[in-house]
């Protein structure tokens, strides 16, 4: 039998735990999430608790519109690693709407939630970007006419996992929500599908991922207020969402 002598040893062990520490020293800087507001109230507090609670590993900036048009502007995309937008804004200049294009195109990653389908009803390429709209007016879209769409607040349903091996949503089985239903807003064909309702005041497609140039992008139609902040399930699918987004995009 071979023995292995302290100092041998005491390499290999050294070499063992560095090994084992890699994950965790590429990850000792948290990944930085600008938070873009604006153009539709919340409740703040319970939404920040929500951003809170997934842990060390993630920071967050707020910003509103129109201020935060300020951060997809040429040297500011370095400040943060992944846009999570939470907000309802409308009016855009064609500079504007080109800086926050060019940002996403360009790579930087997107989680999208709830009302923000409901955001720049007269700017079809944002409809592009994160797969979805709701409309608040008959819109024609692609030679199809859509309807207004129309929504039910304080409604339990149960959102139905697609695919429980993809990343976003691995780990998570079919789970409830009291929240507020759209129905009738569009969704890209193009997407990926991550959960479904059979709710009926509810457009089926209810999340969905997809690429908008070199950045991959979630959307959730689910977050109206503290009902869904404080599911776990749904915490446990942002946080899923906001680092499968991060590590994906080029």
Known sequence: MKVINSKKLHFY???????????VILQARPYKILVVTGGHGY?????????????????????????A??????GKQNEYDVILFYHMWQKVSDKEAADLAGTIREGKPLVALHHSICAFDD????????????????TVLNGKEYPACSYKHDLRFTLKVVDKKHPVTKGLKDFEVLDESYLGYYVDPEVTPLLKTGEPTSTPVVGWTKKYGKAQVVTLQSGHDAHTFANPDFR???KQAILWVAKNSE
Request: proline fraction near 7%.
């Open 13 to 23: 062990l050294i070499v063992l735990v560095s090994f084992l520490l890699i994950p």
């Open 43 to 67: 409740q703040e507090k319970e939404f920040d608790e929500m951003l809170s609670s997934l842990g060390h590993g993630y920071s967050f900036k707020v910003a509103a519109f129109p201020e």
């Open 69 to 74: 048009f300020s951060y997809f502007q040429a």
């Open 123 to 138: 700017w079809p390429e944002y409809w592009n970007i994160i797969g979805g709209k709701y409309f608040h007016k008959p």
């Open 236 to 238: 446990k699918l942002l």
